[in-house]
């Protein structure tokens, strides 16, 4: 299927070809907008002439294919305006070195990564980018390369840590996905938003790897229900340490709620660990031990998680 718009969009480009990438890869065609999706060198396998062939599945037994150009990052030496970062927290800096030669200030990326951090270190490796943040809570996860399920139909905020309000391509995006019926838009409280994603992830994520069980068999036991409810305790120490202790409020209602939506998904960690690829850990407990550590705070339980994930990483 192509997209029938004929009006020129901005060309965005998409650094990373696995689920959240592959959707909003779809969501932009749909759109009208032109996609180049930037794959790693190992990807290339799945590429036919320089284009993907995208695959969405929904659970309704609905499926779209979308085309659009693909290739290995290192091809690439032009200008991009416009980009979208979807690699894992431990790949982002590197993904993003091997492109900085395409990046001005003026290029608009965005970056889509679960737990903190990444940020930090790009302001350090590659300074003065002109970086905005996406946290979305839409479901989906890669059946094989270039195709995956959209299991879940969820919200995406936007923003900007250092409080810059939405630029032109910014809007456009934004704009165009919402007329196509995507739950996006763009919010000044982006750091409140990732903060109570990275305390869900920190609640949840590791805590599965440890049981190996699917988000819903967490509350099927009066163990990891006290679990819980001690990781929410020191998360939202933490949290208070930091002046943030309006942002955590209810946490624990909070964590069973997304527990509950989720009940039959596997996290992004157990994922990871399944498939023997590097977990996002030291992007969302570590981040959270590195805080609470610099305000001498123990958190004990989110320490054992952490610990014993790393362990099973080797
Ligand atoms: O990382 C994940 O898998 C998700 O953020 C969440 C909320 C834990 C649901 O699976």
């Not at 999706?37 to 036919?48: I, Q």
């Not at 002439?49 to 290995?72: F, G």
């Not at 995006?173 to 990275?198: C, H, P």
């Not at 009066?222 to 202790?245: F, G, K």
Request: charged fraction near 20%; proline fraction near 3%.
């Amino acid at each position: 299927m192509e997209s029938n718009s004929t009006k020129p969009k901005p060309h965005w480009h998409i650094l990373g070809a696995g689920a959240i990438g592959c959707l909003f890869a779809s969501f932009l065609i749909r759109s009208g907008h032109s996609v180049t999706l930037l794959v790693r060198d190992g990807n290339k396998a799945g590429l036919f002439d320089k284009q993907a062939c995208i695959r969405v599945d929904s659970t309704t037994d609905q499926s779209e294919e979308w085309t659009c150009q693909a290739k290995p990052s290192e091809e690439v030496n032009y200008t991009i305006d416009s980009l979208m970062v979807c690699t894992k927290a431990h790949q982002t800096l590197a993904a993003l070195e091997s492109i900085k030669h395409c990046l001005t200030p003026d290029s608009t990326i965005i970056l889509m990564q679960n737990g903190m951090g990444v940020y930090e270190q790009i302001q350090q490796h590659i300074p003065g980018l002109n970086i905005f943040h996406g946290s979305t809570t839409e479901g989906a996860w890669q059946q094989s390369p270039f195709h995956i399920v959209h299991a879940g139909v969820g919200t995406t905020q936007i923003g900007s840590l250092s409080g810059k309000p939405a630029n032109n391509i910014l809007s456009k995006f934004i704009t165009s996905l919402q007329i196509l019926g995507v739950d996006i838009g763009f919010s000044q409280e982006i750091e409140k938003i990732l903060w109570r994603k990275l305390a869900v992830n920190c609640a949840v994520n590791p805590l599965t790897v440890l049981y190996q069980c699917r988000n819903g068999e967490l509350l099927d036991n009066q163990q990891t229900r006290q679990t819980i409810s001690l990781l929410c305790h020191e998360i939202t120490a933490v949290a208070n340490a930091w002046d943030h202790a309006d942002w955590l409020e209810q946490l624990e209602e909070d964590v069973l709620t997304v527990i509950r939506k989720t009940a039959q998904n596997r996290s992004s960690m157990l994922q990871d660990h399944l498939r023997n690829t590097p977990t996002e850990i030291n992007f969302i407990t570590g981040y959270l031990l590195d805080l609470a550590e610099k305000q001498n705070i123990c958190c004990p339980e989110n320490q054992k998680l952490y610990n014993h994930v790393k362990q099973l990483q080797g």
